[in-house]
């Protein structure tokens, strides 16, 4: 793995040296927010007349920002927050909308796919190179993605295939860090277009043991075929991740023993996962309108050794964490067909089908072992350690939806959505416990449940006025959303199928132009009544539902263009999360009603602020400021943590081709709790140490 890192990092670096360059330098799009987006209806829409909350980042902005996490490229979207990391390594996040911190509430599209499938966003293996934007709904796509979104969609569009951002870079950083990376279309053959985009890197940590080693390649192909367009997405991506070991909660405040970079993962400690994914498209024009089908197929096979520290913490000796040795295998299928019909009269009718299939098994062997508190020594390997418990899931999903929409624009002032879908959703789990000391205590268990509803939404947005660029929007929308719980694929064999979630909420706003074009603004007031939240057992880590919630607030975005390559940008929200129905369990394991406490991790002012200087050549700077305010640590609302600021900021000088960059993530060196885990009770991962790098690149 770390062989194949190496070279596409020197990949990178020889096309650096050798100049080359297949075709003229890509044009410089502009950076303000795009025109046409798809994610809310699958067809190009102004973002203008969308009745809903859009944000839009380039793939230049984030070129020029050196952002190459979901944390960086996403720290100027209002309310959003994408703190890296989790329980699903390093390489991951866990990004949250609306207040609602949880890893699977969100839905990841990548390139029209569900990226994740029926399961979990998979973060680890999101390819950010040769974006060429990535568009941010709030809230749920109750009618377009049915089951698997909820409080917002996280849209990942990478250059078609032809085109490209025509890049290479090779970067070296902080803690022994170095990346690479070469995106460029191929020569055409005929009607065959064609890109590819490379990745790798190797990623250190303040703590020496956590790194990040991953290589992606990503090719892209189109091509006529019997009078429409034929398209293939190939992709490969190796994550050997090695995770850190979460900070533990003791009483109202995360511990002061533990070091806050001491490692107590095993020794053989390691989430790595091959993933390899097809997808096929096909676009046909009709005499009813545009045919277009997709379907792809993803196979992941992962191995997640770790261990957790247990909340009493004790260091005499005795054992004081538990470890997993899992294997995980976990396979998506994907298809989608839809037909885009214009009715007259400035109607347009969008219908389809689409279904996910999924399949993860997992056969975890659990031990316990002791590891000194002061972090000064390696824990013993989980092959050393008797197996306690062998617990095993296999379980199939099955998201099938019928859909029809509605776009009816009846003048150039109204634009008027509506939309119905038809979700059929089928599960089944099969799950063992095999007790290692008393196979008396053996279980083996079948669950299954089937649930069909329906889903839908309606909006409308209406111009209040328009002046050349200049113009203001006023919109509304009801959306009503349902999504299965989630599978962590944590230790236990969680034999139950928890209830589904299920949400309807409200949202309204006011979007625009002005100043001549160069001011973009918008505003908007949500609420979200939400039931049956999937969330970890504050004692056992196990996950349950949490009966009722109520998310709230209200978020402004700003952006000022003081000239053409020269940018302001504001963000602020106000959230305000809160259990409404919900009885838990105190950290001893006594029932507790936290009904309107706020949920955990949930700060009620998010704010972010950047300077974006980024010319064609020259020189070029950017500066981002994010504040993140109080939150609580638990359910109870006991154990506070305070606000924080963070700064990424980047410096660099670009001469023709070529340029160099110096860039820094996290310059105050904030280390709070930014994500709960689901599988060590009581334990926070912290936010990642100060960071610098220095890359140089090429326009090829």
Known sequence: MRNCVRLQAALSGAVLALGLSPQAEADQASDRIEQVVVTATKIPEPIDEVPADISVITGNEMLGRDATDLRTALSLVPGVEAPPGGDAGPSSAVPSFWGLHEFDAFLLVVDDVPWGGAFNPAISTLDLTDVERVEILKGAAPVMYGATSFVGVVHVLHYPAGESANEADAAFGSFGSYRGSASFALPAMGSLVQSLAVSGENIGFADRREAIDDGKLLYRAAVGLGGGTLRLDADVTLVHDLPPSPIVRVGTALNDITPINANYQPADSQIAENKYHLSLGYTLPTSWGSWDSVVSFAHSDIRDVRGFLRPDLIDDGSPNADSQNQYRLINDLYADSHLASDLGGGATLLVGADLLYGIGRQRSLNGEYYVPLNGLTIAPPTTSLHVDEINSVAD?????????????????????????????????????????????????????????????????????????????????????????AAIDFGPDNTPDILQPETAQSYEAGLKGEAAGGRLSYEAELFLQDFANLVVPNPVTGELENAAKERLQGAEIETRYAVMPDFALAANLAYHDARFTRFTTVDDSGNPVNVDGNELTLSPRVLASAGLLYVPTQGLNATLVATYVGHRWLNEENTAPDSAYVTLDATLGYRMGRYGVTLSGSNLTDQRPPVSASEFGSQSFYLLPARTLWIKVDASL
């Open 396 to 484: 199939r999903r099955v998201f099938a939806g019928q859909y029809a929409q509605v776009d009816w624009k009846p003048d150039d002032r109204w634009d008027v959505v509506a939309g119905l879908r038809l979700n059929e959703t089928d599960e089944h789990k099969d799950s063992a416990h095999i007790d290692g000391f008393d196979h008396t205590l053996d279980e083996f268990d079948t669950a299954s449940r089937n649930v069909v509803r329906l889903s839908e939404t309606l909006g409308a947005s209406y111009r209040l006025w328009g002046q050349g660029s200049d113009g203001a929007v006023l919109y509304a929308d009801y959306r009503d959303a349902f999504k299965p």
